[in-house]
């Protein structure tokens, strides 16, 4: 059984529809990339996905970890273990980083903290990505640079350990050296048993990554579907080459 299915999926804001019939599986323990141009409805499905309600499915489902989660609210998707990685994360002044890792980890272990074990886990996954410990001590991504929010989403992803992390364009706006960070958090994670949907406009960071599966669409539903040959073709020639969309 796939780790989630989704079918005949179709989503809509403010009333237009920008997933139609979407039909896909996402395997357990694999790497599957979402790539497709602006518009497409990439971050739509991920919003939809995670329960945003202003993200409407009128018709079609998607079953994760067997239980169908269409219209469950985002916080008890979260709690079965789905995890999204924001494009643009939102500014939380007042809440420092550590604090919100530790409440956002107690409310996944059903209230408990052992604050021991979660600090030395916080400080080895810190030494592991290159981030300083006064980065806790910040207000949530509060005048924290493109990079800097990038790098909290994939401490959040490490430490929150999910079945599943959808990433919604975790390279964009990032360096080499910050992409190498996130590709190697995302790495990190797949060692940890944690599935990932990765959003994506270019290969660039997949050259880090080993993909188990490229997906394209366009149109709002599945164009293409295969492997980093698809990635290899858009690098060259662009999104021009869809011509005709799977059926």
Not at 42 to 48: D, Q
Not at 182 to 199: C, P, Q, S
């Amino acid at each position: 059984m796939s780790l989630l299915s989704i079918r005949n999926f179709s989503v809509s804001i403010e009333n237009k529809e920008i997933l139609h019939d979407l039909s896909m599986e996402v395997e357990a323990d694999t790497l599957t990339v979402v790539m497709g141009k602006n518009g497409t409805g990439k971050s739509t499905l991920a919003y939809a996905l995670m329960g945003h309600p202003a993200y409407k499915v009128p018709s079609g489902e998607a079953i994760f970890n067997g239980e169908p989660i269409v219209g469950m609210a985002a916080d008890k998707i979260a709690k079965m273990g789905m995890f999204l990685g924001f494009q643009q994360p939102v500014e939380v002044p007042g809440v420092t980083v550590v604090k919100f890792l530790q409440t956002a980890t107690r409310a996944l272990n059903g209230g408990e903290l052992n604050y021991d074990i979660f600090q030395e886990e916080l400080l080895t996954v810190l030494e592991k990505l290159g981030i300083d410990q006064s980065f806790l001590y910040r207000y949530l991504n509060d005048g924290f640079s493109g990079g800097e929010k990038k790098r909290l989403e994939i401490l959040q992803l490490l430490m929150l350990k999910p079945k599943l992390a959808i990433l919604d364009e975790p390279d964009s706006g990032l360096d080499v050296d910050a992409m190498k960070v996130v590709a190697e958090g995302i790495n990190m994670a797949r060692k940890n048993g944690t599935a990932i949907l990765l959003i994506t406009h270019y290969k660039r960071l997949l050259n880090y990554l080993n993909p188990d599966r490229v997906i394209v669409l366009a149109d709002g539903t599945l164009a293409r579907d295969g492997g980093m040959e698809l990635a290899d073709k858009i690098e060259s020639d662009g999104y021009d080459f869809l011509t005709s969309r799977i059926s």
